[in-house]
């Protein structure tokens, strides 16, 4: 019966479950305090305020310390259990406990076994290679297409497939329609600029950096673990003609060169996690004033053709900055409802197909898999529903995402 109920039901039951014993014990400190603070109802005021400014202060400290240093340093489950055990140092040295001889015991007890399970059992052994604060990143080596790749998972995404010896690798069908626009680019300028939002395990960014080597590339990564794992792990030089931003691309993007780019490549995006502020209206305004006048803005999406809502919404929204948006794919197959990732451009110049497959052929691809949806089938498939323009102002993309989610079993990159 649970799983059949809706995405939000799901979470709030989910949470009520896990969280709702601990916020009302925890809950209950403050009451207890101010009644043993209060000697006098004319200092009411006064010790409620004394209190309860010390708890705000508290709670900004303990978000700030626990995001920003806590968790990159020692991990999600030895923050819990440290924060465990101060809370029943506490219980015990300031409740009183020691002198409650049984129930001291019993709840002693009940730590320790718990301590012993989670030992035992080895549940604070981490899977990370490396915590960060956005994501738990792991790398695992594994058999595919007859070689051995490094695999970069970031928290549950399995996000690229990396050959250390060999940067021309692509395993995804959507860098692959991304090597496509590049090369039809690169042929009539092999130094062209291009801007990638999303690093990742830097497939695409290595792909160019040896195809183009007059190329100049940068890439606007917000993680630097991230950036550091395709160092250590994922055959990122340290000599790399990349450069890299840690930053937020929505801040970064207003501080680059207007003009500059005849490519940016938006890869941040995935069925799990939408940076809702990279899907705008406003930020796609300016990806437009970095591009060049036949500049392209490619972007994957990862949705249901019919059945799905934010791809139809994100081409919408492409549509009120640039004058030329298509929908790719690296077959044909436009009437399945598959999940799938596609890969959305946007551009003031027509991108054609017979064209790219020309300038492809020219630098040394004898064949493209890039697959344009065509203008009947788009028309038809915009025109049959009401489509949402996401603007900073309303940006629904959690929910427009959520049935995707529920669907999800496997990665469709």
Known sequence: ?????????????????????????????????????????????????????????????????????LVQTLGTRTVILVVSVVLVVMAIAFGNLWKARWPGIAIGAVFIGVMIFAVLSGSLETVCVRESNYFCIKVRARDVDGREVRVLYLDALLHSYVDVDDPLYLRYSYEKVFADLATHIG?????????????????????????????????????PAVTEI???????????????????????????????????????????????????????????????DDGIYAVNIVDKMYGGRFLRSFVHTMQQTFDYVSVLRDDDRWTSDDRYTFVVTGSDQPILRTQMKITNFLEGRPSIVTEFMSDTDFEAWQGSQKNVVLTDNFVPVDGMLAPLYLDARVSPR
Not at 26 to 55: C, E, F, H, Q, W
Not at 187 to 203: A, C, N
Not at 270 to 289: A, I, K
């Open 230 to 292: 395709a160092t250590d792990y994922l055959g990122l030089s340290k000599q790399t003609r990349i450069v890299t931003y840690n930053e937020d691309a929505r801040t970064k993007l207003q501080q680059l060169e207007k003009g500059k780019y005849e490519m940016v490549m938006g890869d941040a995006f995935n069925d799990v996690s939408v940076p809702y502020h990279l899907t705008t209206l406003e930020f796609n305004e300016h990806v437009r004033d970095l591009l060049s």
């Open 1 to 69: 019966p649970f799983l059949t109920l809706p995405i939000l039901p799901r979470i709030v039951l989910l949470t009520t479950v896990l969280f709702l014993l601990p916020s009302i014990l925890l809950g209950m400190v403050t009451p207890v305090v101010i009644k043993l603070n209060l000697r006098d109802l004319t200092n009411t005021g006064k010790v409620v305020g004394k209190i309860y400014a010390v708890s705000t202060a508290g709670s900004i400290l303990g978000t700030f310390l626990t995001g920003f240093v």
């Open 187 to 223: 042929h009539t300028d092999p130094e062209m600029d291009v801007l990638f939002i999303g690093g990742g395990g830097y497939t695409m960014p290595r792909y160019l950096e040896v195809t183009y080597p007059r190329s100049y590339l940068e890439v606007v990564e917000i993680d």
